[in-house]
């Protein structure tokens, strides 16, 4: 889009933010407190206080540091860990779709592809307003095109390949792993409380 005047800079939805982490936070609270008063083992609260300790201000950063920059000449993605930026000419399409998660809710998300239709980024919709989401869209001016509603990752792989991770495309296996692994982790914890107590 020529004749931009000014950057347009997209920043998290804050309140949604922070509603999001007043949740997890309760929760935490709750599965410690309901881990403390059972008769599990009180290295379990520990694990899950700890695990909760680090996604907390793991998200807060995330809020914080989150922008999206676009300028007359380059797109550029702040995240917690880096910053990505990219010529704005390089992009030339994009896709918009709502990806189900295993849960039933759906995902927004942008993915900015290259005249190849090769990944330049992608937009998690999650931490924006639908309506930063389309103001980008416009702003950057290409075709933007997607599915007509909600779809699985694989179902939405098999019209866009390449723009979904494995792992989005098979959550199940994802949860089974580490679910898998969270039991194997559990099963040891009791067999050295069990070996130790005797």
């Keep these: 889009m020529s004749g931009v ?6 920043r998290p939805d ?5 509603i999001v982490l007043a ?7 709750s ?7 059972g008769d599990a083992p009180a290295v379990f609260a520990l694990i899950v206080g700890g695990l909760f300790a680090v996604l ?5 950063g995330a809020l914080l540091s989150a922008r999206i920059t676009l300028t007359a000449h380059e797109l550029v993605v702040q995240g917690l860990f880096g910053r990505k930026r990219r010529p704005r000419s390089r992009v030339a399409e994009v896709v918009r779709a709502s990806i189900i998660a295993p ?8 993915f900015l592809l290259d005249a ?3 990944l330049l980024f992608r937009v998690q919709g999650g931490l ?13 001016g290409v075709p933007c095109g997607g599915p007509e509603g909600p779809v699985d990752a694989k179902e939405f792989a098999k019209t866009y390949p390449g723009l979904v991770s494995w792992a989005e495309r098979h959550p199940y296996r994802i949860a089974f792993a580490v679910a898998g692994v969270v039991c194997a982790g559990a099963m040891a914890l009791a067999l050295v409380s069990i070996a130790t107590a005797s």
Excluded: K
């Design 128 to 140: 924006y307003t639908r309506e930063d989401l389309t103001r980008l869209v416009d702003a950057l």
């Design 31 to 37: 599965i410690v407190a309901a881990i403390l008063i």
């Design 103 to 110: 849960r039933g809710g759906a995902g927004e998300s942008l």
């Design 56 to 60: 907390i201000p793991l998200g807060i």
């Design 23 to 29: 949740v997890l936070a309760a929760a935490t609270v």
């Design 5 to 10: 005047q000014d950057d347009l800079v997209l």
């Design 116 to 118: 190849q239709r090769a």
């Design 14 to 18: 804050f309140r949604a933010g922070l």
